[in-house]
């Protein structure tokens, strides 16, 4: 019996995502729909973090060969960015794996955001573009794919923006146990 009641709990608690958009345009998600406006949105996605990034494992691998970028680099920006999730969407509209803005998607020739191949190849081109760009300072690089190159300009280092400083600390963080990992 409290197996049965622990599995019950437990397929509670991984269960679906519901969003809705209020009148001022912000948009709310909820695994517990409380306002009939909650529309269903997806399937709550775990994994442990050995499976972590196990589905996307060969085209992050053939787009990171391709571009000459570390494999475990690309894992931890997409772990940074979307926690391996193809449909996420950011507050300003930066959208799948790597997290491309549209301005970006679109010069970099991505047509779907959403589609895991078009995106990692995307997002893995852009990094070798400002990796050369900042001549290999992955620090730098890092914050320009987050914050945007003209405020890596101005600033000639990390720009003082909490949410890009935490950024950079992050990717840094899994980059280095992605390595560990040999991956």
Do not use: W
């Not at 209020?22 to 306002?35: A, I, K, L």
């Not at 852009?126 to 730098?140: A, E, P, Q, S």
């Amino acid at each position: 019996m409290m197996g049965l009641l622990l599995c019950l709990f437990i397929s509670e608690a991984i269960g679906d995502i519901y969003y809705y958009v209020d009148e001022e345009g912000v948009v709310h998600f909820s695994n517990v729909p409380t306002d009939e406006r909650f529309k269903f949105y997806m399937k709550e996605r775990r994994s442990s973090p050995k499976e972590e990034g196990s589905a996307y494992e060969d085209l992050i691998r053939e787009a990171c060969e391709r571009y000459g970028v570390d494999v475990a680099l690309v894992k931890a920006m997409i772990k940074a960015e979307s926690d391996f999730n193809p449909r996420a969407v950011s507050r300003k509209g930066a959208m799948g794996l790597m997290q491309l803005m549209p301005g970006t998607a679109s010069l970099l020739k991505v047509k779907d955001s959403f589609d895991p191949r078009q995106n990692v190849e995307g997002g893995v081109r852009y990094i070798r573009y400002l990796l050369d760009k900042y001549r290999g300072d992955l620090v730098r690089a890092l914050a320009a794919y987050n914050a945007g190159e003209g405020a890596v300009s101005s600033y000639g280092r990390i720009p003082p923006y909490p949410e890009t400083q935490r950024y950079v600390q992050k990717v840094l963080r899994y980059y280095h146990e992605y390595r560990g990992k040999g991956r």
